[in-house]
């Protein structure tokens, strides 16, 4: 099980890696083309409005990849001031909380888009709407008019990415599978 486990954060860290470099990418682009249509004296509002919602998806995954490779966020003095000891013992501890905060985060995607509703209602989104008062299905975006359920899959994507990866992270502070330098990898290679 620890193999699966680890095989598919292993996955979930190439894919991860490569939407994230394009969706990079892409904010470069979007941006650097509404800079240069500014200076023309054009405004590119559907420039601005995919630069933005590019950056938010690369948020989300960018995180995910963060959690995996364990330079997220952390108290690090607490790394240097604690025993080896404890600072096993609050890896782990992060390793837990962020578990459970991808199955937390998923069972609230699920309500929140609730795709059995949508499924009971024969994917009529009038009907969803009516039935379950949800109108995630019909909201958006205000320039281009994509719909915004397409960018909210990153919430589900992110939850049960979250929830893999501190999953491996747990079995590896476990000592039931062998380390992955991801840390190392990502700043030394600059994700290439």
Known sequence: MARLIRLLSEALITIERL??????AAVAVLVLLNVGGRALGVTLA???ELAILAMVLAAFVGAALMLRARIDP????????????????????????????GLALLWMCWR?????????????????????????????TPVLGLPYWWFYLIMPWFALSVS???????LEDAGLSPPRALASELRGNGMS
């Open 19 to 24: 939407v994230l470099m394009a969706l990079i």
């Open 74 to 101: 952390a108290v690090l003095i607490l790394h240097e001031l604690l025993p080896v000891r404890a600072v096993a013992v609050l890896r782990g501890a992060v390793s837990v909380v962020g578990f459970g905060f």
């Open 164 to 170: 893999l990866h501190a999953l491996a992270n747990l």
């Open 46 to 48: 559907w420039a601005d």
């Open 112 to 140: 929140w888009l609730d795709p059995a509703g949508l499924a009971a209602s024969g994917f009529d989104v009038a009907e969803f709407e009516m039935t379950r008062f949800n109108f995630a299905y019909t909201e958006v």
